[in-house]
Nanobody
Framework: QVQLVESGGGLVQAGGSLRLSCAASGLTFSPYAMGWFRQAPGKEREFVAAIRWSGGRTSYQESVKGRFTVSRDNAKSTLYLQMNSLKPEDTGVYFC????????????????WGQGTQVTVSS
């Protein structure tokens, strides 16, 4: 059974940091590109960051560049998102996703999704 499980969300004050993790099981992790998406209340799911299978190429939404860092450990089948200088507008449910044969921001092209972890940034 293919499964992605996110963890590390929580409540943090503006300017603070959180590190999200996404543990993969039931799939061969390394060939997949991985992505982070988020969904705020009343809004559509949006792309946050992505990383290629080798970790050599990353992509970020403009609003998180310089604050968020995506990384992966293929030996542990785990994806990470380090979030610094958090802002209230970063609040939302964060999802990780896996894509075979695709690297980018289009959520419809991701094959496997986690259940999400809540991030709340207070002002």
């Amino acid at each position: 059974q293919v499964q992605l499980v996110e963890s590390g969300g929580g409540l943090v004050q503006a300017g603070g940091s959180l590190r999200l993790s996404c543990a993969a099981s039931g799939l061969t992790f390394s060939p997949y590109a991985m992505g982070w998406f988020r969904q705020a209340p009343g809004k559509e799911r949006e792309f946050v960051a992505a990383i290629r299978w080798s970790g050599g190429r990353t992509s970020y939404q403009e609003s998180v560049k310089g604050r968020f860092t995506v990384s992966r450990d293929n030996a542990k089948s785990t994806l990470y998102l380090q979030m610094n200088s958090l802002k209230p507008e970063d609040t939302g449910v964060y999802f990780c996703a896996a894509a075979e044969g695709y690297f980018g921001a289009a959520s419809r092209l991701y094959d496997v999704w986690g259940q999400g972890t809540q991030v709340t940034v207070s002002s």
